[in-house]
């Protein structure tokens, strides 16, 4: 079954709204979670690390100030795209890991599939 | 060069055929590899880890050349549930696991 709930599936928005995704931890706690984006027929790109307790760490050339990431609690990540323009819309997946090493594999979550008309 | 390269394909093979997929990463000092499948508009799931002495786990053989830095996928008797586009995924030098996706390569497995 699931081990990483994300919530929007999809979400609708119009330019210059702001929208909210939830990634939660089911029956773990994830100290960190990832989140990634995919754009059409691209490889999935991290945008940034989310740490439970203390700011996300953010890749190279995503913007901490459009995509705030919080990270409240062991079992809740969320990232909330501000001021969403079309060129946001894309595919927002969530991740973590349930196993304490660096090396066990990633656990995704379904993902929410943004559109910003 | 790209951290992760894959062939995009599609690959088209009938059911019942073997299917190789490679993928080659650029990046000496990584240390845990990894294959998932992505279905259409989905979310990618593992479908297995990449051990250095190569690991099957039924139809599925994964073999990992550290000197060539090179990852393979064989799947024997595709079935047609096998259709997907398939990920090499590699993590990154130093991170605390932070994982680099190759584009995938698109399997089309008809009847």
């Known amino acids: 079954g699931a081990v990483v709930s994300q919530h929007p599936s999809w979400v609708i928005c119009k330019s210059g709204t702001s929208v909210k995704i939830e990634c939660r931890s089911l029956?773990?706690?994830?100290?960190?979670m990832f989140w990634y984006r995919q754009f059409p027929k691209q490889s999935l790109m991290l945008m940034a690390t989310s740490n439970e307790g203390s700011k996300a760490t953010y890749e190279q050339g995503v913007e901490k100030d459009k995509f705030l990431i919080n990270h409240a609690s062991l079992t809740l990540s969320t990232l909330t795209v501000t001021s969403a323009h079309p060129e946001d819309s894309s595919f927002y997946i969530c991740?973590?890991?349930?196993?304490?090493?660096?090396?066990?594999?990633?656990?995704f979550g379904n993902g929410t599939r943004l559109t910003v008309t | 060069r790209k951290e992760v390269e894959q062939d995009p394909g599609p690959f088209n093979v009938p059911e019942g055929a073997t299917v190789a997929f490679n993928c080659t990463y650029s990046?000496?000092?990584?240390?845990?590899f990894f294959w998932y499948r992505q279905d259409c508009r989905k979310e990618p799931k593992l479908l297995m880890s990449?051990?250095?002495s190569g690991n099957e786990d039924g139809r599925f053989t994964a073999q990992l050349n550290r000197a060539s830095q090179y990852i393979s996928l064989l799947i024997r008797d595709s079935k047609l549930s096998d259709s997907a586009t398939y990920l090499c995924v590699v993590n990154r030098r130093g991170s605390q696991g932070n994982l680099i996706f190759g584009k995938g390569t698109k399997l089309s497995v008809k009847p």
């Open positions: 990449v051990y250095s």
């Open positions: 029956d773990f706690q994830a100290t960190t």
């Open positions: 990046n000496s000092a990584s240390q845990s």
């Open positions: 991740s973590a890991r349930t196993g304490s090493s660096y090396n066990s594999p990633l656990h």
